[in-house]
């Protein structure tokens, strides 16, 4: 089993930037891709960001792109995103994840195609 741990979360003014980290611990993969979801209070969890395990590739919803750039450490086995411009909207509970991946080259966008999943760091932009 995988542990993740979220950090970085907070209250910020609109306008303003925030980085989250994600530490894994305890059984490590050779292949993993790692994302982050978001979810509002009311709200389903959805996408934000994914990144493949070679770091070549990422996506992103489009309501953070140009805004939010997800990267990875794997030497650390740490992923971040790092939140520019933040808005009202982007207000949630933020989640990281990881799965293991046939390829280096994989990243996934779905919530259920993730295995191993953090507590989550709250993040609330105020207006």
């Known amino acids: 089993q995988v542990q993740l741990v979220e950090s970085g979360g907070g209250l910020v003014q609109a306008g303003g930037s925030l980085r989250l980290s994600c530490a894994a611990s305890?059984?490590?993969?050779?292949?993993?891709?790692m994302g982050w979801f978001r979810q509002a209070p009311g709200k389903e969890r959805e996408f934000v960001a994914t990144?493949?395990?070679?770091?070549?590739?990422?996506a992103y919803a489009d309501s953070v792109k140009g805004r939010f750039t997800i990267s990875r450490d794997n030497a650390k086995n740490t992923v971040y995103l790092q939140m520019n411009s933040l808005k009202p909207e982007d207000t949630a509970v933020y989640y990281c994840?990881?799965?293991?991946?046939?390829?280096?080259?994989?990243?996934?966008?779905?919530?259920?195609?993730?295995?191993?999943w953090g507590q989550g760091t709250q993040v609330t932009v105020s207006s």
């Open positions: 994840a990881t799965t293991r991946t046939s390829s280096g080259s994989d990243y996934y966008t779905r919530d259920y195609e993730y295995e191993y």
């Open positions: 305890g059984r490590t993969f050779s292949s993993y891709a």
């Open positions: 990144i493949t395990w070679s770091g070549r590739s990422t």
